[in-house]
């Protein structure tokens, strides 16, 4: 477990063959734990892939932010980018169970696109709202 305070550095490697071309991918996540309460992360990923009509490069940067004040209830926050498709994404998330078995999970996803099709593009949002109540015998 992380104590107050504590800073951790993720390093991640992979590859992957499929039928139509591979992929190779490399990741650093640098995160903060400031608090029992509180975290952060900020990461970085490149995979390179490659199939027979092409290959291409894809690099992702991410920030996510992470609020749990109790037990029972939780929020976070991710922000993700990519250079193929220019799209900025954000996603927030609050779960609430107020006992055992019953819960409340409101998610919102915003995504928008970035440089030139910016103004060409729709942005798009959706938001659910869940309810979790667990029956037992």
């Not at 992360?41 to 940067?61: H, K, P, Q, S």
Request: proline letters at 3%.
């Amino acid at each position: 477990m992380f104590r107050d305070y504590a800073a951790r550095v993720c390093a991640e490697v992979d590859a992957a063959r499929e039928a139509t071309g591979r992929r190779n991918g490399q990741g650093l996540t640098l995160g903060w734990h400031p608090s029992s309460r509180w975290s952060a992360a900020v990461g970085g990923l490149r995979n390179a892939i490659r199939f027979d009509e092409g290959r291409f490069t894809v690099r992702m940067a991410t920030l996510r932010i992470d609020h749990t004040p109790s037990t029972q209830l939780a929020g976070s926050l991710l922000l993700q980018w990519d250079n193929v498709s220019h799209e900025l994404g954000a996603s927030g998330r609050v779960r609430w169970q107020w006992q055992p078995g019953r819960e409340l999970i409101f998610s919102v996803d915003r995504l928008g696109y970035t440089g030139e099709q910016r103004d060409t593009l729709p942005g798009q949002t959706r938001a659910l709202l869940k309810l979790v109540w667990t029956l037992e015998r």
